[in-house]
């Protein structure tokens, strides 16, 4: 390792920070270009059905408009399923838009009017009319329990349920104590701040150029290619800059189909922007239904852990995720039985959200393991501490770190859990109920396949590129910070680029596997420019770097040194002008090291403790307080990460008390369909947020030793908030969120 | 969103006259909800006749003692206004416990007034709505109402109206001028919005050709013992489930008069005047204060999801009686209830 740390581990400020607030950024939908056309989406109004009619002639006749896409005009596409499949896609047949008069759920995508303004777009959209034959729909899942099923395909990345282990029911039968429950949350919507958009630039050499909202630029390179019938080489995606996206944009959406079909055929540029509606027109998280039941002994040992999910999907994919492995990794138990299914629901097929499987499955485990604990009398975090798991008992491997235990400790200490009278109801301030609860969060530090380039030049500065994507999460300012401290380079004289389809290869922004993946990556990269430099620098007279290694030497402040003798340095700059280059160029891959990572697990782990306060008489809730003590390997940014877990927080506090997406069953219809009735929470209702990151070193991980910090804020942090509200209240509600109506 | 034409009123005659000559002219104040329903084709007006550049955004006293609030005062210059934050401070905190400070700039005291429903339904024109179109049925009734009425609703319809504003103006018996084609007129303020019986298109009994001019405010104004009592979903930027103005006239212990204005439960801000009374006199204790909540939620009916605000009322009345009583208003933006 050629390195001495000056960047990796400082507190550092965002490196696209002046960008943002300057306005310099530029979004999806702020690239113009001369000639732009604008597209507005028509969105169906029935759930299921059949268009009979649409008649677009008024719409056409609005001077300006240019053409109507529905799916009677469509011109031919891909015809086989496998081209509409992108990276992300779960097993079955990827919806097309205006493929035929078939309406699969409400708020489809039915027609494109294109017109040379916006407004004027907006304006013929409304004068589409059009008839359906609508067919019964069912967007209940609760109506859909007799019709689950176990997904035939398994989704690829998604570990399906653990086989069991023992005989779970009959350990749960003859269990001192048992606690059998169902739990609940609501369908709901990413909802970031840029809605979904796509500018597509007809470059008129049969070429385009996509700015596209999306987590992965090559993701919808390789989809527009494929259905379109553009040579890769011919599709250039980027992806600059993105107003969050959590997940919904995992997946090309279908404003870039949208666009990309009217670019080809009116050979304009064309840009379609989602509205705040339609934004709930794709992706969400997935309504799900959890059974848990548990059995211990009388000391809360645990003798029988059952977890059965049943989530919704679409009628045409099997999205699937990992809600009912996770107390397989948590706690040591004999009898085990995990089973997940799916029922088809006329709605969109859900996409993954922050933590997906893992803010939902935990936030039902660890509400379970609070009941246990009031069953059996154990203190919740004894509880946990007595059934700790050293080992992942789904893949029978140790962890390659695991500081669950210190989590705990240190997030218990500073909030005072000592002082909690375990009793609901027990602890009051005036009129206020006052309860404490806690859970536990993990999420599995992934790392992909990444590659990278960079580019050091004579003037000293290096340039350093992937394909990935930074969604807000601050992926700009680590790899800066990583490639910076790799060849000890001042950091202003690093520039990291990244959403560019051109770039070397980057799986798409997820799964917290960026800090990891492409880290490393640009590690492996900037270490064969450290190498190459070496090696020139062996035949300088005056040095002596000819009689060691590359691991023997380092690179600060613009020098490549001798790690035991610091002031035997050379400036890179000279070593460059003696190989008489100009630049130093290298491409590289970083791979996940089986090798050495198979024989382990590798998890985040953190302990998040909340208090709330409720009214007594109205129900009203608050939380004034919440600890998040987080183990998350090597903390790359302390400011960066430190974001993530309270944006983890806060998102996992608005799972627990605000944030739903009303389906009127009726209509099959999503009704709250903006940020006015769609509540996430606001400024008043966040109170202390205390983030702890706890010391953790992990060499197998990955060669730069970080787990990833982007979803484990939010998994456990639900039901900390749902634990305290019973220990102030006495009343357990087991579907979230916990609104006043269902509390009073 | 259709096409329209704009044209700015130099005068409220002129602006009466621009309204009166096109049946699907509007006026537009702020816009913070007309824009939003033109956006959704809800509102689809062919002119719109901007009203902001009229002389209505002055707080002035009026003979009798008390204040009159021009149109086009904004939302915000009201509730921070001097005389109105001492001698209304109920009014203040009313308003300031609506929307965001964002909106509120932009929002006019008379474009609150006639602000629309939040019903899910009626802002999506993918599902019937007698209120948005008559006759087209109530998707309401049997779908989701959580946010909906329980008093003083029909078969027609069961919104509410939003506004946390016109809830402390319904308790300061404020008074609204009005100026149209034949004139000018006042409407006292509880027979200004409607109860939605079988026309629920209609909110107000605004003629379409008129204009608001003001909004005038009695002398007596209950500084001393009053509290706007909002609950909602989040701390701030939601509409009320349920909302209380409570405003008293104390003497010592006893309760000279009494006003309660309910929000977020009914087609107008609802108010109880029998019920109201059985407080004359009497001693402000939390029996005494269940016996009213009892009385004004006797008729209260739940749709389902809403049902749970009938609960909910009651014990919003007795805690704003209680905050009222004691002198103690609920602070805004504070989720901590008093
Ligand atoms: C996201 C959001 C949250 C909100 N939250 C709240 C809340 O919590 N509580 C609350 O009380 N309100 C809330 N509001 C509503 C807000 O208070 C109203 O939109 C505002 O008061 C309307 O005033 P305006 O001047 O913008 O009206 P405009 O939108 O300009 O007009 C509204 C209507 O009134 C008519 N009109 C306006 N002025 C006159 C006049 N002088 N004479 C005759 N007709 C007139 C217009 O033609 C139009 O039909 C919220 C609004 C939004 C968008
Ligand atoms: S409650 Fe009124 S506004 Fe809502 S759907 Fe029914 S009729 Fe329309």
């Known amino acids: 390792m050629a390195t001495a740390t000056n960047y990796i581990g400082q507190p550092t400020s965002r490196v696209d920070g002046t960008a943002k607030v300057t306005g310099a950024a530029k979004y999806a939908a702020e690239y113009n270009v001369p000639d732009l056309t604008y597209g507005y989406v028509v969105s169906s109004e029935i759930a299921k059905g059949k268009i009979t009619k649409l008649d677009t002639r008024e719409a056409l006749a609005i001077p300006g408009v240019l053409q109507i896409f529905t799916h009677e005009n469509r011109p031919n596409l891909a015809w086989f399923d496998s081209s509409y499949k992108d990276d992300i896609a779960p097993p079955g047949s990827p919806f097309r838009p205006l493929y035929d008069a078939e309406v699969k759920y409400s708020g489809q995508p039915i027609a494109l009017v294109v017109a040379e303004e916006f ?26 329990r007799e019709e689950a099923y176990e997904p035939p395909k398994k989704r690829s990345g998604i570990p399906p349920p653990a086989k069991p282990r023992g005989d779970a029911e009959r350990a749960f039968d003859n269990a001192a104590v048992q606690h059998e429950a169902e739990y609940r949350h609501a369908i709901e919507h990413h909802n970031p701040m840029e809605m979904h958009a796509s500018t597509v630039v007809w470059e008129g050499n049969g070429k385009i150029t996509v700015y596209d909202k999306t987590q992965g630029a090559q993701n919808s390179q390789g989809y527009v290619a494929g259905i379109f019938g553009f040579k890769q080489d011919d599709v250039r995606v980027i992806s600059s800059y993105i107003g969050g996206a959590f997940g919904s944009g995992l997946r090309p959406q279908y404003q870039l189909f949208l666009a990309v079909l009217a670019a080809r055929e009116l050979k304009r540029s064309v840009r379609v922007t989602l509205t705040r509606q339609q934004m709930f027109t794709f992706g969400y998280r997935p309504d799900t239904i959890q059974r848990l039941a548990l059995g211990a002994t009388a000391d809360g040992t645990l003798e029988a852990f059952m977890h059965d999910a049943l989530a919704n999907t679409s009628q045409f994919e099997d999205f699937q995720e990992d809600d009912v492995n996770w107390s397989g990794l948590l706690y040591k138990c004999a009898n085990t039985k995990f089973t997940y299914k799916l029922a088809q629901l006329d709605l969109y097929t859900p996409i993954d959200m922050r933590a997906p499987g893992g803010a939902t499955g935990m936030y039902a485990i660890e509400a379970a393991m609070d009941e246990l604990a009031y069953k059996t009398g154990v203190d919740p975090i004894e509880l946990r501490l007595k059934n700790y798991s050293e080992k992942d008992q789904n893949k029978d491997k140790p962890y390659s770190s695991k500081e669950l235990r210190e989590c705990y400790r240190q997030a218990a200490e500073k909030f005072g859990w000592s002082k909690r009278t375990s009793e609901p109801r027990s602890m009051r301030d005036g009129k206020e109920l006052v309860g404490w609860g806690m859970a536990t969060g993990i999420w599995e530090a992934f790392q992909q396949k990444a590659s990278a380039k960079a580019t050091l030049g004579l003037d000293g500065k290096l340039e350093v590129g992937s394909a990935t994507t930074d969604i807000g999460t601050g992926t700009y300012t680590i790899m800066t910070q990583i490639a910076a401290e790799t060849l000890g380079i001042p950091i202003d004289d690093v520039t990291f680029k990244l959403g560019d389809s051109t770039l070397p290869t980057s799986p798409v922004e997820g799964g917290s596997w960026t800090a990891s993946s492409i880290g490393s990556a640009v590690k492996v990269v900037c270490d064969a420019v450290g190498e190459k430099l070496f090696k020139i620098a062996q035949e300088m007279d005056g040095y002596s770097f000819a009689d060691v290694d590359y691991k023997d030497v380092a690179f600060s402040q613009g020098k490549l040194r001798l790690k035991r003798d610091a002031s035997h340095a050379v400036p890179i700059v ?162 979230l969120p916990i609104t006043i109506d269902k509390l009073l | 969103m259709n096409n329209f034409s704009y044209t700015r009123a130099s005068d409220v005659g002129n602006a009466v006259a621009e309204i009166a000559a096109d049946n699907h002219a509007k006026f537009i104040a702020g816009g913070t909800n007309l824009i939003d329903l033109m956006k959704e084709n809800v509102v689809r007006p062919t002119r719109l006749v901007d009203i902001t550049r009229l002389p209505l955004n ?44 964002q909106l509120r700039n932009m929002a006019t005291d008379g474009g609150n007034l006639l602000q629309r429903t939040r019903c899910y339904y009626f802002y999506d024109t993918a599902t019937p709505c007698n209120k948005r179109e008559p006759g087209t049925g109530c998707s309401a009734i049997n779908g989701f109402n959580r946010i909906h009425a329980i008093l003083g609703t029909s078969d027609e319809c069961i919104a509410t109206h939003p506004s946390d504003m016109c809830v402390a103006l319904a308790a300061l018996e404020a008074v609204v001028q009005v100026t149209g084609k034949n004139g000018e007129r006042v409407i006292p303020f509880a027979d200004f919005h409607r109860l939605p019986g079988d026309t629920p298109h209609i909110d107000n009994n605004l003629k379409p050709d008129e204009i608001i001019t003001a909004i005038d405010l009695p002398k007596q104004g209950f500084a001393e013992n009053y509290t706007y009592l909002k609950l909602r979903d989040r701390a701030s930027y939601a509409f009320a489930l349920v909302s209380v103005a409570a405003a008293l006239d104390m003497d010592g212990d006893t309760i000279k008069e009494a006003r309660i204005a309910l929000g977020g439960v009914a087609h107008k801000p609802w108010r109880n005047a029998e019920a109201e ?45 209680a905050q009222a009583a004691a002198g103690k208003p609920q602070p805004i933006a504070e989720k901590k209830i008093l």
């Open chain 1, 119 to 144: 407004e004027v777009a907006r304006y013929a959209a409304s004068l589409v009319r059009v008839e359906y034959a609508p067919k019964p729909h069912e967007t209940d899942l609760n109506e859909k």
């Open chain 1, 574 to 735: 000279d070593v460059m002008r003696y190989g008489k280059i100009n630049a130093i160029e290298e491409e590289a891959t970083s791979s996940p090291n089986y090798l050495k990572q198979n024989g382990y697990s590798s998890y985040a782990h953190s302990a998040v403790f909340v208090e709330v306060k409720v009214d007594e008489e109205l129900g009203m809730i608050r939380v004034t307080r919440a600890v998040n003590a987080v183990a998350g390997g090597r903390i790359l940014n302390p400011k960066t990460a430190r974001s993530q877990v309270l944006g983890g927080v806060v998102w996992g506090i608005s799972m627990a008390l605000h944030e739903e997406t009303y389906t009127d069953h009726n209509l099959g219809r999503f009704m709250n369909h903006n940020l006015a009735e769609y509540h996430v929470p606001v400024n008043a209702d966040i109170h202390d947020i205390e983030v702890i990151f706890v010391e953790e070193h992990d060499e197998i991980v990955n060669p730069i030793g970080a787990k990833g910090l982007g979803e484990i804020g939010i998994v456990g942090t639900a039901a900390a908030v749902a634990n305290a509200v019973y220990h102030a209240t006495g009343k357990r509600v087991r579907d």
């Open chain 2, 58 to 101: 002055e707080i002035t006293e009026n003979d009798d003692g008390g204040l009159r609030l021009g149109a086009l005062c904004t939302n915000a210059d009201t509730a921070y206004n001097e005389q109105i934050e001492r001698r209304y401070p109920l009014l203040s905190s009313a308003i300031l416990a609506g929307a965001s400070p």
């Open chain 2, 277 to 321: 009374a059985m407080l004359n006199n009497q001693s402000a204790t939390s029996e005494n204060f269940q016996k009213v909540a009892e009385a004004i939620i006797r008729d209260a009916k739940g749709f389902g999801h809403n049902t749970f605000k009938i609960g909910l009322a009651k014990r919003a009345i007795v805690r704003a009686l």
